[in-house]
């Protein structure tokens, strides 16, 4: 068990739906990662959070959009869906620093429909 | 920008033999470099990393890697397979950016 907590873990929809994601990061941990893992793209980085604020930013969608909270959960929404967004998305966190390991959580399997 | 490639998508191996997972990287910053495996149905768990103390990393599991700059390598091996070890690994790269960026994955396989 990494200590990261991810819901929910299965989540099917219709295209055209929005849906969010919710991450709660280790004890301790300000950074808050989102990834996509696919088939074709393999697993991507989209989106990075610091103590609230943005850190940076991968090939995340416009229609994707994050935040995090004062209590350092995350959120990721998913808007507009489309059959090719069906995917793997996993969070992780860290303290914070590049050299920090990066603790992932057991992912949330979107199936779009 | 950073990369990272694995060489071959399947490795397959017999229970007891020598396990190497090949990992090659591109940065043009000194990297940090992380081995991940991922089993069935879960999330990523960390194996080894390698912040630069120390170019032989030693990891979980009785795997370890070697840093080689002059080869930008950093492949995983392991001196006795064993069935447990099945699964998925991936290797993954970061900088002062943070964010990890992951190689496509070996799925390793262990016959009996």
């Known amino acids: 068990d990494s200590g990261v907590t991810q819901t929910p873990k299965h989540l099917i929809t219709a295209t055209g739906q929005r849906v969010t994601l919710r991450c709660s990061p280790r004890?301790?941990?300000?950074?808050v990662y989102w990834y996509q893992q696919s088939l074709d793209q393999g697993l991507q980085f989209l989106i990075q959070?610091?103590?609230?604020?943005?850190?940076a930013k991968g090939n995340i969608l416009e229609r994707f959009s994050a935040q995090q909270f004062p209590d350092l959960h995350s959120e990721l929404n998913l808007s507009s869906l489309e059959l090719g967004d069906s995917a793997l998305y996993f969070c992780a966190s860290s303290r914070g620093g590049p050299q920090e390991t990066q603790y992932f959580g057991p992912g949330t399997r979107l199936l779009v429909l | 920008a950073q990369s990272v490639t694995q060489l071959g998508s399947h490795v397959s191996v017999s229970e007891g033999a020598l396990v190497l997972l090949r990992c090659n990287y591109s940065?043009?910053?000194?990297?940090?470099l992380f081995w991940y495996v991922q089993y069935p149905n879960q999330g990523l768990q960390l194996l080894l990393k390698y912040t630069s103390a120390a170019t032989l990393v030693k990891g979980i599991n009785g795997f370890e890697a070697e840093f080689k700059k002059s080869e930008t390598s950093f492949h995983l091996t392991k001196p006795s397979a064993h069935m447990s070890d099945a699964a998925e690994y991936f290797c993954a790269v970061s900088s002062g950016f943070q964010k990890l960026v992951f190689g496509t994955g070996t799925r390793l396989l262990v016959s009996p």
């Open positions: 940065s043009s910053v000194p990297p940090y």
């Open positions: 004890s301790g941990d300000l950074s």
């Open positions: 959070y610091y103590n609230g604020e943005e850190r």
